[in-house]
């Protein structure tokens, strides 16, 4: 019995300070993912040892080291949760002229609920549509957008990166990028709210897992990227971020970038708002949308499930004048 306490309390600390390291492999940085996991063990397995661990020196260790990891969770978690700082200001009040209703989603490929993405459409009816994972089938069964969507991009691909934005708003700049490779685009529009020029970026980083990434260097790279980018289109009023991130917002890698750009997160303070896997009763927050500073927010919303692995995300900004 001891014996096994012990051996899950090295695990969960070494599951714990694993990210801390320098390496890239997905194993380590996938660590970092189950913060809130960890935390949860951790403080289990303290429980655990003051009850059932005699008082010696292996258990104080333990003991110790588990108090460590649990200080290194809260590090990361607690600024989205309540006892967080708000980044980004709620709205007192807004109207359709001044907010920019966005949704962004990713589909997964093999899903075929096309309908229910065009019925939450209809439902939620934003301003700019990201989607991620989108196929030939997916362009084809959303047809239909391009009637009330007039301005679009997309990059359709059978790879799972390939992506479609749609606009109710001119685009005064749009097009794809490529900012790590050719076969991972990405989507970039420049529209006018309220009289505001505000630059979206839209990405999807390749996941460091099995069979896709054996490390996170693909995706650290297109963060940095991406903020090297937005931080050159100095001329921009406002900058948002959007899309399926493959990453936490308290990784090594979106830190980073949020401290290059200065962007806020608009979860902090508020909540874990977590998005994938939906079939999973452990989820994480992997679909992301960080935002310039003078936004406000008037809504930050993870839809119900229609048939993909991610959860939609529905975010409307207050843009000031």
Same mark, same amino acid.
Request: hydrophobic share 40%.
């Given at each position: ?10 695990l969960a600390i070494i599951g714990t300070f694993l990210p801390k390291f320098d390496i890239e492999h997905w194993i380590v940085r996938g660590q970092a993912y189950f913060r809130g996991?960890?935390? *949860? ?12 661990a005699g008082a010696t020196l292996w258990t104080f260790i333990m003991i110790a080291g588990l108090i460590a990891a649990v200080i290194v969770c809260l590090q990361s978690i607690l @600024? ?12 007192? &009040? ?11 989603? !990713? ?14 459409? &209809?439902?939620?009816? @934003?301003?700019?549509? /990201?989607?991620? &994972? ?60 309220? !009289? ?69 997160? =608009?979860?902090? *303070? ?6 994938? =896997? ?11 949308? %960080?935002?310039?500073? *003078?936004?406000?927010?008037?809504? /930050?919303?993870?839809?119900? !499930? ?10 409307? %900004?207050?843009?000031p004048e």
């Open positions: 019995m001891i014996f096994v306490l012990y051996t899950i309390s090295i996991v960890y935390l *949860g063990l951790n403080v289990l397995m303290i429980i655990l040892l003051l009850v059932f @600024p989205f949760t309540s006892l967080g700082k708000i980044q980004v200001p709620s709205a007192k &009040e807004s109207s359709t002229e001044n907010t920019l209703n966005l949704l962004i989603y !990713n589909v997964y490929q093999y899903n075929t609920e096309y309908q229910k993405l065009l019925d939450l459409v &209809e439902e939620v009816e @934003p301003d700019i549509i /990201f989607l991620i &994972e989108t196929s030939v089938d997916w362009a084809k069964g959303l047809s239909s957008l391009k009637e009330k969507y007039n301005f679009h991009l997309n990059d359709v691909r059978e790879n799972t990166y390939g992506l479609m934005l749609y606009s109710k708003l001119e685009l005064l700049e749009g097009g794809i990028n490529y900012l790590v490779k050719q076969e991972i685009p990405s989507a970039e529009i420049l529209i006018k709210k309220n !009289n505001v020029m505000v630059r979206i970026l839209g990405i999807h980083p390749k996941p460091p897992v099995l069979g896709e990434a054996e490390t996170s260097r693909s995706k650290d790279r297109e963060l940095i990227q991406a903020a090297r980018y937005l931080n050159a289109q100095v001329e921009d009023d406002h900058q948002i971020l959007i899309g399926d991130l493959n990453d936490v917002a308290w990784s090594r890698a979106s830190l980073a970038f949020k401290k290059m750009t200065g962007m806020k997160d =608009p979860r902090a *303070g508020r909540g874990f708002y977590p998005t994938f =896997p939906t079939w999973s009763p452990i989820k994480i927050p992997l679909d992301h949308v %960080f935002c310039s500073s *003078g936004l406000e927010l008037v809504d /930050f919303k993870v839809l119900e !499930n229609i048939g993909s692995d991610h959860f939609p995300v529905n975010v409307i %900004f207050k843009i």
